[in-house]
């Protein structure tokens, strides 16, 4: 079992900044990789950005590219995104999961689906 906190959503202006936190518990060393998912009101859960649990490899939709950055402290088991020059569209519950390690992996998934663990989520509202 792994499980995860989400930490960090809040009230921002368009153009602003926020850091969210994703912490892992329990079995960690069976974690391949963090995701960042979002759903806004009435639109489906769509990708944000994922991370190897190494920290080696990431992956963004190009949506955020060069908005949100996503990295991790190993000491914390925490994965944080970044998410510079907001903007209203960016408004949604955001959320982390864990995909669990099984077999050898190369590719991050950006399919909500395929991950096992989710995170209670963070609202994230930006107002123009």
């Known amino acids: 079992q792994v499980q995860l906190v989400e930490s960090g959503g809040g009230l921002v202006q368009a153009g602003g900044s926020l850091r969210l936190s994703c912490a892992a518990s329990?079995?960690?060393?069976?974690?391949?990789?963090i995701g960042w998912f979002r759903q806004a009101p009435g639109k489906e859960r769509e990708f944000v950005a994922a991370v190897s649990w190494s920290g080696h490899i990431t992956d963004y939709a190009d949506s955020v590219k060069g908005r949100f950055t996503i990295s991790r402290d190993n000491a914390k088991n925490t994965v944080y995104l970044q998410m510079n020059s907001l903007k209203p569209e960016d408004t949604a519950v955001f959320y982390c999961?864990?995909?669990?390690?099984?077999?050898?992996?190369?590719?991050?998934?950006?399919?909500?689906?395929?991950?096992?663990?989710w995170g209670q989520g963070t609202q994230v509202t930006v107002s123009s």
């Open positions: 329990g079995r960690t060393f069976s974690i391949y990789a």
């Open positions: 999961a864990a995909d669990i390690r099984t077999g050898v992996r190369t590719v991050l998934r950006t399919t909500g689906g395929l991950y096992d663990y």
